[in-house]
């Protein structure tokens, strides 16, 4: 059975519908939802192809979180670097939509390489979240940390 805390975030999550997916850790639970609030308020059921994506991005959330992969020394700086040159996109008259996608990829601290580190491994494994950017090629060179981060532990036989 899920701790206290973990059965609270669920219940939060399940309540606030804002989400599409969640991760908790140390209680290694991933959970999707089946329904989402979209930003006009109206509630949309997720498809099964949503799904998919918002699985694959979780579980990179459960990857990171074993591996502290976005916090090593080599994705930091390949997600500073970049973030700055996706950035300068901000604030230029985007499609609707676009600026939020850039956005959630740049959240300061953590959250940000966290995010990003997510969906690099969601689109290796067959596609990511964001619907309107295409992280791997706005961000190439952390792209690239990803991949060697996946193909070292492929040769550790993932250990």
Do not use: C
């Not at 059921?45 to 990857?63: I, K, N, P, Q, Y």
């Not at 080599?74 to 604030?91: C, I, N, P, Q, Y």
């Amino acid at each position: 059975m899920p701790s206290v805390s973990a059965r609270r975030s669920l219940h939060w999550f399940a309540r606030s519908l804002a989400h599409a997916g969640v991760t908790l850790h140390p209680e290694r639970i991933i959970a999707i939802a089946s329904t989402v609030k979209l930003k006009d308020g109206t509630i949309a059921v997720t498809s099964a192809a949503r799904a998919r994506t918002v699985l694959r991005h979780e579980h990179g959330h459960a990857l990171d979180l074993l591996l502290a992969a976005s916090g090593s020394p080599a994705f930091v700086a390949a997600h500073a670097k970049e973030s700055l040159d996706l950035a300068a996109w901000t604030g230029r008259n985007l499609p609707p939509g676009v600026e939020d996608d850039i956005l959630y990829f740049l959240q300061k601290g953590a959250s940000g390489r966290q995010e990003t580190f997510a969906e690099l491994f969601a689109e290796r494994f067959g596609g990511g979240t964001a619907t309107l950017i295409n992280v791997a090629e706005a961000m190439p060179q952390t792209r690239e940390t990803v991949r060697a981060i996946m193909d070292d532990l492929s040769q550790k036989g993932g250990r």
